[in-house]
């Protein structure tokens, strides 16, 4: 009896010992599912703001609903100005995003701190990605020391914009828009001088530094065969003579009041400026609802056709394999050939594919507005600027002494060299060689 009894209390502890491995295990299974069923969350930073950021931040939403295994949480990073040195003190200190927009000429820099990771080790892996789909062009915008670090998002060119009302109130057609500097001049001239007092703002474009003049005057110093970094890229030639001559036009429009220092932060939105230079990506979204008609121009030139290209490059900043996944799988979304279509046809950013370009839908869009078509044909004269680390910091510069030189009508000559003296330091610091 007492072995009986014995037994049973064995088997009763054995067996209760059983049910709760199996309960253990359970649990444990249970745990395991639910860390699976977790959503990988990624950080992502941007700087799109007002209309575009309602357009960029339904793409991420959609993204999300329709990838429920990855959760994607936007974080607003300030103005184009201010986001590039918060992105770089946060990589520095570790506390980066997994995935941001950068502004084209960033890559450089952050590739040479070994903050980002080439997009193009995805490319391969990825079933159905066709990098050949992609335009080449866009692809210069990623590339640096022979490697592809990010991914194209949204591109465009920088043309002329005219005030078609404005225009016809004055006596003018569309061909009287100016295809070059000097017809550029002469027409506003004029225009000041018949409308003497009338306000009206000849050109609208940005001249300061925080409004990214230096992009501006780049394309101009382009255009007369000037360059910002010698060949080898160790030093600046800015302070050329081309760049001297490139200066002190700008400073000539200001004189002649066809640029007006004091003209108002919404002098285009106004309908009260005859042309205004900037981007193409605001012909369908910024610009789709002013209170006149425009229309768009190739950007006027020199010696040489030239215009640039701008935009935003998708880049994967994170060291975790598993967050690496799911940002390209995020990166892979956002700029397929659909949503890449629908982005162009709501903003007026260019296609990056070329089977969105050539989607039935796009050239219905094209043949509906001309003034996207311009924009597109810009691209054969666009000019990426040049990936290598030094290029923010050195540009800013470049653009402080524009700014000077047109605000207090300075000397452009000592104005520029002074700027290469500084510009040259900062290439000294990052010990450029090239990109």
Known sequence: MGALTSGHRTGGAVGRAVVAGLVLLAL???????AAAQPVELEYWHFYAGLFAEMHD????????????????????????TM??????????????????IDQFW?????????????????DKTPGFDAGDILPVYWETARYRGRIWSMPFAASTVGLYYNEDLMRSLGLTEKDVPRTWSELVELGSRVLQDHPNERIWILDVPTTAQTGVVYY??????????DMFADD????????????????????????????????????????ALFHIQSSARILSAYANLPFEFGMAPLPYEKERVTGIGG??????????????AAWTFIVWMTNGENNRRWSERTGYSPLRRSSYASAAFQELLRADPRVETALHEMLYARPRPNIAAYGDASRVLGEAVERALYFDLDPAAVLQEAAAEANAVIQRYGEDGP
């Open 84 to 101: 590039r040195d918060k992105l770089t003190v946060a990589l520095s200190a570790g506390r980066g995003p997994d995935v941001a927009s």
């Open 312 to 325: 935003r490059n998708l880049a994967i900043l994170t060291d975790d394999p598993v967050k690496q996944e």
């Open 233 to 272: 890229y160790r030093s600046v030639v800015f302070h050329s003579q081309e760049g001297v001559e490139t200066l002190a036009f700008w400073q000539d429009m200001v004189r002649k009041g066809l640029i007006d220092l004091h003209r108002p932060d919404r002098a285009w939105e106004s309908g009260r």
């Open 217 to 226: 005057f780049l394309l101009t110093l382009w255009q007369r065969h000037g």
């Open 28 to 34: 444990l299974t249970a745990a395991a599912a639910g």
């Open 107 to 123: 890559i450089a820099q952050l590739a040479s701190g070994g903050y980002v990771v080439p997009v193009e080790e995805f490319f």
């Open 58 to 81: 339904e793409l991420v939403k959609e993204f999300n609903e329709a990838h429920p295994h990855i959760r994607v949480r936007p974080v607003y990073g300030g103005s184009t100005w």
